[in-house]
Nanobody, 115 residues
Framework: QVQLVESGGGLVQPGGSLRLSCAAS????????MGWFRQAPGKQRELVAR???????NYADSVKGRFTISRDNAKNTMLLQMNGLKPEDTAVYYC?????????WGQGTQVTVSS
């Protein structure tokens, strides 16, 4: 059974930090590039950051320098460290395989950045 479970979201003030976690199961996690995606109300889901099976990372311009994606293949987990959060980062954040092999989307985790 394939599962992607996101956690770690919450309400933070601008400039604050959060660390999101993605627990994956049911597939060969280490063989796939993975990514964090987000969707804000009224907007399309967008790729925020991705990490290849070999550890190469890429970030959307909007989050470069603020977010860090990482993975622990031994634990089948992926993290997104988010620093310097801005109101425009408010969205539901999802993890998934990055590329052309998306899995069913999980529930996501809500990140709200507000004063």
């Amino acid at each position: 059974q394939v599962q992607l479970v996101e956690s770690g979201g919450g309400l933070v003030q601008p400039g604050g930090s959060l660390r999101l976690s993605c627990a994956a199961s049911g597939f060969a996690f280490s063989s796939y590039g993975m990514g964090w995606f987000r969707q804000a109300p009224g907007k399309q889901r967008e790729l925020v950051a991705r990490i290849s099976s070999g550890g190469t990372t890429n970030y959307a311009d909007s989050v470069k320098g603020r977010f860090t994606i990482s993975r622990d293949n031994a634990k089948n987990t992926m993290l997104l460290q988010m620093n310097g959060l801005k109101p425009e980062d408010t969205a539901v954040y999802y993890c998934n395989r990055a590329g052309l092999s998306f899995l069913a989307w999980g529930q996501g985790t809500q990140v709200t950045v507000s004063s």
